[in-house]
């Protein structure tokens, strides 16, 4: 179900071979010429410098994850996305309850766009969420996602260390606001779902549609229409909605913004492999494979990550299990 990451932090840009030009001890022509030219062609920081680590190189000049706080100084802030989860340091909250969605069931068209980052999809109908401890109703804007390589590690969020192949990410807004933008600069302005996939030896046919969109726009700004999709269609009834973790945190991507309440779906979607490796189609704005779009982890910094009671009972449940399984072990005959 998860993909293994080493326990260790993650490399820097400067580490890299591509970028670093006396890694390994090799010296070559092309990063002379690179150490030569990039100071004469570096830009300002902008947001458009902005890049994922696996777009960094020798004659690349955007700025890889560990230099965000050089695009935007909120990357650089004490209460950024995604985290690695914990579990048993986890806190049990009652007032996490099931979730009310409104809308989640209707059908719309919309454009599927490639933004130079990832695959994004507009909502245009009134979509909105609430409960589950969220202090008003959201209503939602947008739903993209992140991913790795031909189905390998690629969410944003871990679970004790351990990566999915993907994550879908559907943004949501204070109702009362009418622009993203407004909704901010309120530090609970916004609240994310975050759903996890794994790899099926079965094709998930609500996702063919999608998936089959993706082909025509594997260009930056390419863009196609989706049409009669559901958010409830991407979702359901895969997830189990009542369990999750939360936590306070940020955008993942520059500005970085410290405005997100974050919401962790414990079970995760399926799709099979075709299905995820039909993202590496995309491209990012250079031409390259759009692949490793996701950020690394970030430090937890003594933040609160809690869980939903139903969360609780399925681990209780494992430890029922557990308990009975070696029970039945120390009682048998030798």
Request: hydrophobic residues 30%.
């Amino acid at each position: 179900m998860y993909h293994y990451i080493r326990d260790e932090p993650p490399l820097r840009g400067s580490d890299l071979v591509g970028c670093h030009c006396w890694s390994h001890r090799t010296f070559t022509m092309r990063c002379l010429l690179s150490a030569v030219l990039l100071p004469l062609l570096l830009r300002p920081c902008t947001g458009a410098d902005w890049c994922y680590q696996t777009q960094v190189s020798c004659p690349s000049h955007c700025k890889g994850p560990d230099q965000w706080k050089l695009v935007n100084k909120d990357c650089g802030e004490s209460r950024q996305s995604p985290i690695n989860i914990v579990t048993k340091k986890t806190v049990l909250d009652e007032r996490l309850t099931p979730f009310r969605f409104t809308g989640y069931q209707t059908v719309f068209d919309s454009t599927m766009k490639n933004n130079g980052h990832s695959v994004q999809v507009n909502i245009p109908i009134t979509a909105t969420v609430s409960g589950g401890n969220l202090e008003e109703t959201y209503k939602a804007v947008q739903f993209h996602l992140h991913w790795g390589n031909n189905g390998g590690p690629g969410s944003e969020h871990t679970i004790d260390g351990e990566q999915y192949p993907m994550e879908l990410h559907i943004v949501h807004m204070k109702q009362r606001y009418d622009r993203l933008e407004d909704a901010l600069k309120d530090p609970s302005g916004v609240a994310v779902l975050g759903f996890f996939y794994e790899e099926s030896t079965s094709t998930n046919k609500k996702y063919n549609e999608f998936t089959h969109g993706l082909r025509s726009i594997q260009n930056t700004n390419g863009n196609t229409t989706l049409r009669k999709i559901s958010l409830n269609q991407l979702i359901l009834p895969e997830a189990n909605m009542t369990n999750y973790y939360r936590y306070d945190g940020s955008l993942t991507t520059p500005g970085c913004t410290e405005a997100v309440v974050w919401t962790v779906f414990e079970n995760p979607i399926p799709l099979d492999i075709q299905q995820l490796k039909s993202f590496n189609d995309l491209k990012f704005k250079d031409g390259s494979p759009m692949v490793g779009t996701f950020r690394p982890i970030q430090p937890r910094n003594g933040r609160v990550v809690y869980r939903s009671s139903g969360v609780a009972v399925i681990a209780s449940v494992i430890l029922i299990l557990a308990s009975i399984s070696a029970a039945l072990g120390l009682s048998r005959p030798n």
